[in-house]
């Protein structure tokens, strides 16, 4: 077996060598590429500079059940809902199918190709014509039957590397389908986060009401006494008018996020109003996990779908460059063809035919050079995406980790103010209902602590955000495994002799 497949690599090998000579002096002069060529590669991460940014911190990489940190039974029930009914993931998989479509279309390109064909007509013969007596001039039906057989030998692995081109997209198109996913996900999580940013404000606009009516008791009885006038009472009805429509307004945004959320589920609005309050945690410590820049290649969907178009494109420029060669095709036919049916499947009808047929590109106007200058322009444009993509997301991971540092570090000191801000509206409440202190006074105390809260419970809600968003930038749980699947690919597609064309 070793023996007779090292003769027919041999055999391949001589055929290649002899049409290169036979061609060679026709080449010189005809078609073909010399001076086009492109010198852009695609960035290593360990070129840049990530060391300072980019930590490493002993951490791990975000599990494809990321979202089950934060606790909430909720969440991770509409993610799971998402995945069944929305049609931005149904887009997704129908351009995956899209792909594996013209994938088995090139795959066929380098099979051999057999047809059948039948046939019946009915024509009158001319008289006067090539055809002689005794079908001159008359009526005859004519049966025909073939089996057709042809194949490309396709010495050059245009076909072949058009095979590769489709693989890859194939691959990008599944890449493009877990970021589709990631970014689904994602919207989803820090949706659901803002639906109880705004319940954890609501709360805090509900108390604030509570202290706005206490203050306009106080003042009520402060007027009975003699100690305040119409002035501060309807000071005191605005303050609290103006609280209630707060807490109007956040329940207008509460609905309106609930809309949102039932959108990316896929679903009608009404599924929105059956949505709970949200019972988010704190989540897991934040730590990024080591050999970071080097990693994040194979574990952001984004940064995989690039490098596959880019491994696509560099099989269309060889797909290209074979156009130069020429090709050879072989075909062969065998049937039967008679008139009348009687004869029909008689030996004497049998029919038959073989050839090959050579297309040899020699004057073409430039169309191939342009076709070629057009697949590297391709080509240039998928590496500078590449590069962009990958600078995008170190920058992103960056990013969203100086804002949880920062969001730390501002917690620290935003929940020190609201204490100090809480028992001094306390005390300046007390001082107020014992005739210490004016009016004015237990306002401004008063909105001091409404602005401490509402600090912290923005701090804490943007951390979490930032947590989701971490999560998302270093890939959520993704993990690349197409470069097996393609090495099983490439071996299957060995089992033919391959030429590339240099």
């Given at each position: 077996?070793?023996?007779?497949?090292?003769?027919?690599?041999?055999?391949?090998?001589?055929?290649?060598?002899?049409?290169?000579?036979?061609?060679?002096?026709?080449?010189?002069?005809?078609?073909?590429?010399?001076?086009?060529?492109?010198?852009?590669?695609?960035?290593?991460?360990?070129?840049?500079?990530?060391?300072?940014?980019?930590?490493?911190?002993?951490?791990?990489?975000?599990?494809?059940?990321?979202?089950?940190?934060?606790?909430?039974?909720?969440?991770?029930?509409?993610?799971?809902?998402?995945?069944?009914?929305?049609?931005?993931?149904?887009?997704?998989?129908?351009?995956?199918?899209?792909?594996?479509?013209?994938?088995?279309?090139?795959?066929?390109?380098?099979?051999p190709r057999v047809d059948a064909s039948y046939s019946l007509t009915r024509q009158q013969y001319s008289g006067t014509a090539l055809v002689p007596p005794p079908f001159a001039s008359s009526w005859q039906t004519e049966n025909k039957g073939l089996l057709n057989a042809s194949y490309d030998l396709d010495l050059w692995g245009k076909n072949r590397e058009a095979l590769k081109a489709a693989v890859s997209q194939v691959q990008a198109s599944q890449a493009d389908a877990q970021a589709v996913k990631l970014t689904l996900n994602?919207?989803?999580?820090?949706?659901?986060?803002?639906?109880?940013?705004?319940?954890?404000?609501?709360?805090?606009?509900?108390?604030?009401?509570?202290?706005?009516?206490?203050?306009?008791?106080?003042?009520?009885?402060?007027i009975a006494a003699g100690l305040d006038t119409e002035v501060e009472r309807k000071t005191a009805q605005a303050n609290l008018a103006t609280s209630r429509a707060s807490l109007t307004a956040l329940d207008g945004r509460i609905l309106t996020t609930r809309y949102q959320l039932a959108a990316l589920l896929g679903a009608g609005p009404d599924r929105g109003l059956s949505i709970a309050r949200p019972a988010l945690g704190v989540g897991d410590e934040v730590r990024l996990p080591d050999n970071l820049p080097a990693d994040l290649?194979?574990?952001?969907?984004?940064?995989?779908?690039?490098?596959?178009?880019?491994?696509?494109?560099?099989?269309?420029?060889?797909?290209?460059?074979?156009?130069?060669?020429?090709?050879?095709?072989?075909?062969?036919?065998?049937?039967?063809?008679?008139?009348?049916?009687?004869?029909?499947?008689?030996?004497?009808?049998?029919?038959?035919?073989?050839?090959?047929?050579?297309?040899?590109?020699?004057?073409?106007?430039?169309?191939?050079?342009?076709?070629?200058?057009?697949?590297?322009?391709?080509?240039?444009?998928?590496?500078?995406?590449?590069?962009?993509?990958?600078?995008?997301?170190?920058?992103?991971?960056?990013?969203?980790?100086?804002?949880?540092?920062?969001?730390?570090?501002?917690?620290?000191?935003?929940?020190?103010?609201?204490?100090?801000?809480?028992?001094?509206?306390?005390?300046?409440?007390?001082?107020?209902?014992?005739?210490?202190?004016?009016?004015?006074?237990?306002?401004?105390?008063?909105?001091?602590?409404?602005?401490?809260?509402?600090?912290?419970?923005?701090?804490?809600?943007?951390?979490?955000?930032?947590?989701?968003?971490?999560?998302?930038?270093?890939?959520?749980?993704?993990?690349?495994?197409?470069?097996?699947?393609?090495?099983?690919?490439?071996?299957?597609?060995?089992?033919?002799?391959?030429?590339?064309?240099?």
């Amino acid at each position: 077996m070793k023996t007779q497949i090292s003769t027919s690599a041999v055999g391949t090998r001589a055929l290649k060598l002899g049409l290169s000579a036979i061609f060679a002096a026709v080449l010189s002069a005809c078609a073909n590429y010399a001076g086009i060529h492109s010198d852009k590669q695609m960035a290593e991460p360990q070129h840049f500079e990530t060391t300072q940014s980019l930590p490493a911190e002993s951490g791990h990489w975000p599990a494809a059940d990321w979202a089950e940190q934060f606790g909430d039974a909720q969440l991770k029930a509409l993610l799971a809902e998402a995945l069944t009914g929305s049609p931005t993931l149904e887009q997704a998989r129908a351009r995956v199918a899209q792909a594996q479509a013209f994938s088995e279309t090139a795959k066929a390109s380098t099979l051999p190709r057999v047809d059948a064909s039948y046939s019946l007509t009915r024509q009158q013969y001319s008289g006067t014509a090539l055809v002689p007596p005794p079908f001159a001039s008359s009526w005859q039906t004519e049966n025909k039957g073939l089996l057709n057989a042809s194949y490309d030998l396709d010495l050059w692995g245009k076909n072949r590397e058009a095979l590769k081109a489709a693989v890859s997209q194939v691959q990008a198109s599944q890449a493009d389908a877990q970021a589709v996913k990631l970014t689904l996900n994602t919207a989803i999580a820090r949706t659901y986060n803002q639906f109880a940013r705004l319940y954890a404000l609501r709360d805090i606009a509900q108390q604030e009401v509570a202290r706005r009516e206490q203050i306009e008791r106080i003042t009520a009885g402060r007027i009975a006494a003699g100690l305040d006038t119409e002035v501060e009472r309807k000071t005191a009805q605005a303050n609290l008018a103006t609280s209630r429509a707060s807490l109007t307004a956040l329940d207008g945004r509460i609905l309106t996020t609930r809309y949102q959320l039932a959108a990316l589920l896929g679903a009608g609005p009404d599924r929105g109003l059956s949505i709970a309050r949200p019972a988010l945690g704190v989540g897991d410590e934040v730590r990024l996990p080591d050999n970071l820049p080097a990693d994040l290649v194979s574990r952001r969907p984004d940064i995989v779908a690039a490098r596959w178009r880019v491994d696509s494109l560099t099989h269309e420029v060889k797909e290209a460059k074979a156009e130069f060669y020429p090709d050879i095709n072989l075909s062969a036919a065998i049937g039967l063809d008679a008139f009348g049916f009687g004869r029909f499947l008689s030996a004497a009808s049998r029919t038959g035919s073989a050839g090959a047929a050579i297309h040899l590109p020699i004057f073409d106007g430039g169309a191939l050079r342009a076709q070629l200058k057009g697949r590297y322009a391709e080509f240039d444009y998928a590496v500078a995406g590449y590069n962009q993509t990958l600078i995008t997301a170190l920058t992103d991971v960056a990013t969203q980790l100086a804002q949880i540092r920062s969001s730390d570090a501002q917690l620290v000191d935003a929940q020190a103010a609201q204490q100090a801000a809480q028992s001094a509206d306390q005390l300046a409440i007390a001082q107020y209902e014992a005739g210490l202190t004016n009016q004015l006074t237990v306002l401004n105390a008063d909105m001091n602590a409404l602005n401490a809260e509402q600090a912290v419970a923005d701090l804490k809600m943007n951390r979490r955000d930032q947590q989701i968003a971490l999560a998302s930038a270093l890939g959520g749980g993704y993990v690349d495994t197409s470069k097996d699947e393609t090495r099983r690919a490439d071996a299957s597609a060995q089992a033919n002799p391959v030429v590339a064309a240099r």
